[in-house]
């Protein structure tokens, strides 16, 4: 079962599957280009039958990474997809309008971590105050309270 | 087609659930045709403060995230931290960290249940309710030291061991249980006002359900079979017997359903726990030291769905990425096609469909103070509760059969 999975990724997208990475029997982690990342969002969910849990959005030294965690509960498995984005710019292709799920998510990263989802219906605060002042990302790592991006307090 | 929208706002502070949330209802005469939600009232940052606390630290940070079902997020965290090692627990551990995510089942959907009779202006399913999650709390005192915040999971194992005796007690507790939950099942359920608050409302449709990602007993009360204890089978769940409980319909009462049938599956999930924790004794913890760089996952079946905690490491002590995704996440935008299409509940109809307050007056006698003699019982006043009813429902059968109809 494991290896058929991975077998599918590889013969539909090819030179888009960048690296897999198998922890465990449970957890999977495979890295996509992410031209094609929401191509194969939407071949997880809707062909496979996976459920999207969430994302993870991370500010890392090499880039900005997105996991994107979708459960194949039938194989008691999770499979993340992995996407580096560039540190500077970090822009990706919205999934909301082919995994519904995922727009509350994509609409936090956007927020706390300054992540361009393009073609995203809604791309207004979720968590964060509405004059939260732009460019200020709080879970980028050099953000730090209290200072301009806290809301204008001092 | 310009017809005038009233927005009816509930919140920032939700008046009745007594949360900082915020619904604009956009209603056209009675009918909520559009639900808008605002979050972010009570963020507080927790994702980046685990950033600078150390795996032993954040179980206690997130067990904060949520005061009812308060084990939750750290169960799921401290399995993202072991998955992150790769390291597995004594049976003990798993034996009674499971015992404890099911008594937490029992005391939250108690809550719950009682919740939605107080919402639906049926106070006397609210006292009952909590009247009975009472000495679920008291058990938790007496098994973990608190009545909530048990502070029982680490990285590795539990914190706390339970004595025999205790465990004897919970049986206890657990066998007084059952009959209360069957009355609820029986009697609330069969209550015509109940049945004609919740049936046929909010329906949430199976295809809504999966391409929202909704969860736990939401999903399963529209007939989606997902359950993180059977689909990724984590501390003891897998040496344990219990079922799925799933409905079709969708509606209120299929939730209200789901929800009191899940309390007759944990109280036999804790039942067997307690057996087996009698001969199971090998030791609570397995020593986590170090936690080598790498990334892990851990899930868990809370009261409301999914608990999903991501945690990356880079070999210190501490988290670089610690994500954390509770199951209203999932389960909240479900409103918006929950809601529309049915009417805001009336006030008049509330009182008038339901005899008012049945819990004060089967609790109440007046007394002459000076003759200590009972001049009417509970009996008397409840008829005279049965008599206000009927003359509201005189009062107001021409405007209660339009609105009706």
């Known amino acids: 079962m494991a290896d058929e999975v991975i077998q599918g990724f590889r013969e539909r997208f090819g030179g888009a599957i960048l690296e897999v990475h198998e922890k465990s029997p449970s957890r999977t982690f495979i890295a996509v280009d992410p031209k094609r990342l929401p191509d194969i969002a939407e071949y997880c969910y809707k062909e496979l039958g996976c459920r999207f849990s969430i994302a993870t959005g991370m500010h890392m030294t090499s880039g900005v990474e997105i996991l994107y965690h979708f459960a194949l509960d039938r194989a008691h498995r999770f499979l993340n997809l992995r996407v580096v984005l560039d540190l500077e710019k970090p822009s990706i292709e919205s999934i909301a309008a082919r995994v519904p799920a995922a727009e509350w998510v994509e609409r936090e990263m956007h927020e706390l ?28 790592r050099d953000w730090k309270a209290g200072g301009d991006g806290d809301n204008g307090k001092k | 087609m310009a017809r005038s929208k009233t927005i009816i706002p509930i919140g920032p502070y939700h008046p009745l659930q007594e949360e900082p949330e915020f619904f604009k209802l956009h209603v ?172 046929h409302v909010g329906v949430l449709s199976k295809q809504d359900c999966i391409e929202l990602g909704a969860l736990g007993p939401t999903a399963r009360a529209s007939g989606v079979a997902i359950d993180v204890r059977k689909d990724h089978p984590y501390a003891a769940y897998d040496r344990v017997d219990f079922d799925i409980v799933t409905t079709t319909n969708g509606d209120i009462f299929d939730k209200v359903v789901v929800r009191v049938l899940e309390i007759l599956e944990s109280i036999k999930i804790c039942k067997q726990c307690c057996q ?45 990425r610690y994500k954390i995704r509770a199951p209203s996440f999932m389960n909240v935008p479900t409103n918006k096609r929950a809601v529309v299409g049915y009417t805001v509940s009336d006030a008049t109809i509330t009182l008038a469909a339901i005899d008012p307050c049945y819990c004060c007056t089967e609790r109440t006698v007046v007394f002459d103070v000076s003759t200590g003699k009972a001049l009417m019982t509970g009996k008397d006043l409840l008829a005279l509760s049965h008599e206000k009813t009927r003359n509201l429902r005189e009062k107001y059968s021409s405007r209660m059969d339009k609105i009706w109809i």
């Open chain 2, 276 to 320: 087996k924790l009698l001969t199971v004794k090998d030791g609570i913890d397995a020593n986590l030291t170090d936690i080598p760089p790498g990334e892990g996952i851990g899930t868990h079946e809370a009261p409301r769905g999914e608990v999903i905690h991501y945690a990356r490491s880079d070999g210190t002590n501490r988290p670089v």
């Open chain 2, 28 to 199: 056209e005469g009675e009918r909520v045709v559009e639900l808008e939600i605002e979050l972010g009232y009570n963020h507080r940052g927790i994702e980046k403060l685990a950033e600078d606390l150390s795996y032993d630290q954040v179980p206690f940070l997130v067990e904060r995230i949520c005061g009812i079902c308060s084990s939750s997020h750290p169960f799921a965290g401290v399995m993202a931290t072991e998955d992150v090692a790769g390291v597995d627990i004594p049976e003990r551990a798993k034996y009674i960290r499971t015992f404890i995510g099911e008594l937490e089942r029992i005391h939250s959907h108690l809550l719950w249940l009682g919740l939605a009779g107080h919402f639906l202006g049926y106070n006397t399913v609210w006292m009952w309710a909590w009247k009975y999650r009472e000495p679920v709390l008291d058990l938790f005192e007496l098994l973990t030291g608190n009545r909530n915040h048990y502070g029982m999971m680490k990285p590795g194992g539990v914190r706390r061991d339970f004595a025999d005796e205790d465990l004897a007690q919970a049986v206890k507790v657990l066998d007084s249980l059952v009959k209360p939950t069957m009355m609820f099942r029986d009697v609330a359920l069969s209550d015509p006002v109940l049945q004609a608050r919740t049936k």
């Open chain 1, 113 to 140: 971590l300054g992540i361009e989802f393009k073609h995203h219906p809604d791309m207004r605060h979720l968590l964060l105050a509405d004059d939260w002042p732009d460019g200020s990302y709080p879970l980028r």
